[in-house]
C-alpha cells in the first residue's frame, strides 16, 4: 500500500530551529509529549554554492523500539518525487519519551553514519539505553492512538503536517506492544492520565487508557484478557480493567462474577465499584447502579469520574433535583490538552497530495489559498460550550441530557428549588434581624480555586448573552428562552469573611438549600445561550418554510447548527444541518455526523459511502489510520461479512485507488481475524 504523502515546512535561513525549539519545550511537556518530528538538511545537487535548507515535519506510529527503526523511516525521505533538484545529506528523528520524561533522538547523515542520544529536561546530553528504548517504543504506540483523528478532521487540523501511521499492524507488532505494557505497567502512572482524572493511578493513566482502546479497536479481546489476567495476579486493582474488556468481548457473566470476587478482597476499590454501577446503569437497574455508585464516590470523593457516575444514575432514574446535587458537587479540574508542538514560523509549507487519495467532491467547493473564509455569523462564533473539553464537557452533557429530558423551564424550577437565588437571598436578608448561630449551606461546596475561571469565557455572561441575534425580523426576536436568574454567591454569603453571617440561619426559606457552584452556574448560562440560539433558529427555518423561500447559511454556519443540536441531543436537526453543510461543500465533521443516521438505521450502504469518503480525506492529509473509523469498519465486517463489505466498497462508482485505502482497513481485520473477516 503506498504511503500518504510527505508534508514540508521549511526553515531556509535558520536551520535546526525547529529542533531547538522543540529542545527548549522538554521541560514544560506534561502529557505523552508532542508527535515525533523528523527534520533532513538538504542540498543542492548541483553545486552552486546555495545554502543549506532544512525541512521537517511530524508523524506518529513509527517504530520507536530502536535506533536503527527510526533511521530506516529517515531513509525512506531520502527520495522526493516533488523536489528533484536537491539532495538529503542529513536527518534528525526526534521520539519522546514520557516515562523517563528524555526526547530521545538518532542523526542520520546520507549516506553513512548513525548516532543515537538523548536529551533531558535541561537540554543536555546523555546515553540512550535498551531500557530508554522499551520505553520510547510503548510511548509511540500510546500516542499514535492519542493523536489519531476520530473522523471529523479535529484532530488533523490542530497541528500542520503531522503523518499518522498505524502502529500495530499485525499480531507480531501486537505481541511486542504488550509485552512492552506488561513490563512497564506499573510505571504507567508516572504517563498522566485522561483531563478527568485527578490522581493518575494504577488503572487510570495514559497506559490503560490506550490499552482499552487498542482493544477495542481491534477487538482483540482474548489479548486483552490474556494480559490482564496475568498483571492481576501482581495486582488485584487490575481487576476493572479486566472486566472492562469482558465486557467489551460480551463476556457478562465472567465479568460480573470477576467483579463480586475483586470485592471482596478490595471492597472500596473504586474503579471495580464503577464498572459495576456503568453494568447495572447499561442493565436498566438504577437501583443497584444508584448502591454501586454511592459507594464509589465514597471510596473516591476527589475524582470526577465517581460523582459524575453518580449524577448519570440520577438521571436515569428521573431524579433530577439529586442528579443537580450530585453534579454540584463534581469536583472540576482545569483542563490540560496533549502536549502539541511549538514551533517557529516556517518560511513556507508544501502540503502535497497524492493521486491515490483524489476525489473530486471532497476537493470541489473547498476554499483555496487567499481565498476569503467563510460569513459567521458572531452569534454562533461565541457558543462557549463548543470549547469546553475535559471535566466541563462532561458536566455540561449532563446539563444537557436532563434539559432534553425535562424541558428547560422545568430545570429552571428545579435549579430554584435546590439552590439559593440570589433575589429570594436578597429579600430575606433584608427581612431578617434575628442573630443565632450559622447553618446556611451545610454541606455544600464551597466554590474551588481550579473550577473558577476555568474554561475561558464561560464565566463571561455579558459576552454570552447580551446580543439578542435576529436575522429574520420581528418574529424571531419574538422567541425567547427565559434566561436563568442568578444564584447566590459563595462569597456573597460568607460577607468576605471565613465565617458565615450569624444571621443566616434564620433564613427559614432557605434552610434545606445549597450554594450553587459558580461555575454549574455559568454552565446554566451558557446552556440558555445555547438554547437561545437554537430555538431563533429553528423558528427562522420554519418562517422561511411557511413562505416557501430558501433559508441561506454558510457551510461553516450549517456544520457549527448541526453540533449545536447535536449537544443540545435534536439528532434529526442536527442531521439536518450536516446535510445541508455538504449540499455546500465537502466537510469531515458533518460527513461524521450524517455517518451517525446511517449506523441508526442499520444502512450498510450509506454507512461504507461516508466512511469511504472520510478514510480519503484522511489520507488525503496524511493518515493512513484512524481507529474510530477502523472500529467501525470492523464492526461493519462483523455484522454483515468481509465479503459483502468488500463487495459493498468494490461496487461504489469511485476511482480503484480511492476504495483501495478502504480495501486496506477491511485487510487490517483480515490480518487480526476478526468477527467476520474469514468468510
Not at 472500596?268 to 446503569?281: I, R, V
Not at 444541518?577 to 466537510?587: D, G, M, P, T
Request: aromatic fraction near 8%.
Amino acid at each position: 500500500m503506498v504511503a500518504p504523502a510527505v508534508p514540508e515546512l521549511y526553515e531556509e535561513e535558520d536551520i535546526f530551529a525547529a529542533v531547538e525549539a522543540r529542545t527548549e519545550s522538554l521541560q514544560n511537556l506534561r502529557e505523552l509529549g508532542p508527535p515525533d518530528l523528523v527534520y533532513l538538511v538538504k542540498q543542492p545537487k548541483s553545486n552552486t554554492g546555495r545554502q543549506q535548507t532544512g525541512v521537517y515535519h511530524h508523524v506518529t506510529g513509527i517504530d520507536a523500539s530502536s535506533s536503527a527503526s527510526l533511521a530506516a523511516y529517515v531513509n525512506t525521505l531520502t527520495f522526493s518525487p516533488l523536489d528533484k533538484t536537491h539532495k538529503v545529506v542529513s536527518g534528525i528523528y526526534c521520539c519522546y519519551n514520557a516515562f523517563s520524561h528524555l526526547d530521545m533522538r538518532v542523526e542520520v547523515k546520507i549516506p553513512g553514519s548513525l548516532e543515537s542520544y538523548c536529551i533531558d529536561e535541561r537540554g543536555e546530553q546523555r546515553v540512550a539505553t535498551e531500557a530508554l528504548w522499551l520505553e520510547t517504543f510503548l510511548c509511540g504506540i500510546l500516542r499514535a492512538y492519542s493523536y489519531a483523528d476520530n473522523g471529523s478532521g479535529d484532530s488533523i487540523r490542530k497541528i500542520v503536517g503531522v503523518r499518522r501511521f498505524n502502529p500495530v499492524t499485525n499480531t507480531e507488532m501486537e505481541h511486542k506492544f504488550l509485552d512492552a505494557a506488561e513490563r512497564l505497567f506499573f510505571l504507567g502512572r508516572q504517563l498522566s492520565s485522561d483531563p478527568e482524572t485527578q490522581v493518575p493511578n494504577t488503572v487510570s493513566n495514559h497506559l490503560t487508557s490506550g490499552l482499552l482502546k487498542y482493544i477495542q479497536t481491534t477487538g482483540r479481546y482474548t489479548s486483552g484478557i490474556n494480559l490482564f489476567e496475568k498483571l492481576r495476579t501482581r495486582d488485584v486493582e487490575v481487576s476493572s480493567l479486566l472486566a472492562q474488556v469482558m465486557l467489551m468481548a460480551d463476556e457478562e457473566v465472567q465479568a460480573v462474577r470477576l467483579m463480586y470476587d475483586s470485592l471482596q478482597d478490595v471492597p472500596m476499590d473504586y474503579s471495580l465499584l464503577d464498572c459495576q454501577a456503568a453494568f447495572c446503569k447499561n442493565k436498566g437497574e438504577g437501583e443497584m447502579a444508584l448502591e454501586c455508585a454511592k459507594r464509589a464516590v465514597t471510596a473516591a470523593p476527589s475524582e470526577f469520574s465517581t460523582w459524575a457516575r453518580l449524577a448519570e444514575v440520577y438521571v436515569g432514574l428521573e431524579q433530577w433535583d439529586l442528579a443537580l446535587l450530585t453534579l454540584n458537587s463534581c469536583p472540576m479540574f482545569t483542563y490540560q490538552d496533549k502536549d502539541t508542538p511549538r514551533m517557529p514560523q516556517p518560511s513556507r509549507i508544501m502540503l502535497p497530495i497524492l493521486a491515490e487519495s483524489m476525489l473530486d467532491e471532497i476537493d470541489e467547493g473547498q476554499p483555496r489559498q487567499g481565498d476569503p473564509h467563510d460569513y459567521v455569523h458572531p452569534s454562533l462564533r461565541r457558543l462557549h460550550a463548543a470549547t469546553y473539553q475535559g471535566t466541563f464537557l462532561k458536566a455540561y452533557n449532563l446539563l444537557t441530557k436532563i434539559t432534553a429530558a425535562i424541558g428547560w423551564d422545568q430545570l429552571l424550577k428545579i435549579r430554584s428549588e435546590v439552590f439559593v437565588m440570589e433575589e429570594e437571598y436578597r429579600v430575606e436578608r433584608q427581612h431578617s434581624t434575628s442573630k443565632v448561630s450559622p447553618s446556611i449551606g451545610s454541606g455544600a461546596n464551597e466554590e474551588s480555586e481550579d473550577a473558577k475561571g476555568t474554561e475561558k469565557g464561560a464565566g463571561d455572561e455579558d459576552t454570552q448573552t447580551k446580543s439578542e441575534t435576529t436575522t429574520n425580523g420581528d418574529k424571531a426576536s419574538e422567541v425567547t428562552v427565559e434566561r436563568p436568574e442568578q444564584t447566590v454567591a459563595s462569597a456573597v454569603v460568607k460577607s468576605g469573611r471565613d465565617d458565615p453571617d450569624p444571621s443566616h440561619a434564620s433564613y427559614t426559606q432557605f434552610q434545606n438549600k445549597r450554594l450553587c457552584e459558580r461555575w454549574l452556574d455559568n454552565l446554566f448560562m451558557v446552556l440558555y445561550e445555547d438554547l437561545r440560539i437554537y430555538t431563533i433558529w429553528r423558528t427562522e427555518m420554519a418562517q422561511f418554510r411557511q413562505q416557501a423561500i430558501e433559508y441561506k447559511k454558510s457551510a461553516t454556519e450549517w456544520e457549527i447548527l448541526g453540533e449545536l443540536a447535536e449537544r443540545l441531543h435534536h439528532f434529526d436537526e442536527g442531521i439536518e444541518a450536516y446535510q445541508h453543510c455538504l449540499e455546500i461543500r465537502f466537510s469531515p465533521k458533518a460527513m461524521r455526523g450524517v455517518l451517525k443516521l446511517y449506523e441508526n438505521r442499520n444502512d450498510t450502504r450509506s454507512m461504507l459511502g461516508a466512511l469511504i469518503r472520510l478514510i480519503a480525506w484522511q489520507y488525503r492529509w496524511y493518515s493512513e489510520f484512524s481507529p474510530e473509523l477502523l472500529y467501525l469498519i470492523r464492526k461493519l465486517i462483523e455484522d454483515e461479512g468481509a465479503v459483502k463489505v468488500r463487495s459493498i466498497v468494490q461496487a461504489t462508482n469511485l476511482s480503484q485507488p480511492v476504495l483501495d485505502l478502504t480495501h486496506q482497513y477491511c485487510q487490517l481485520c483480515a490480518t487480526f481475524r476478526s468477527s467476520g473477516s474469514d468468510g
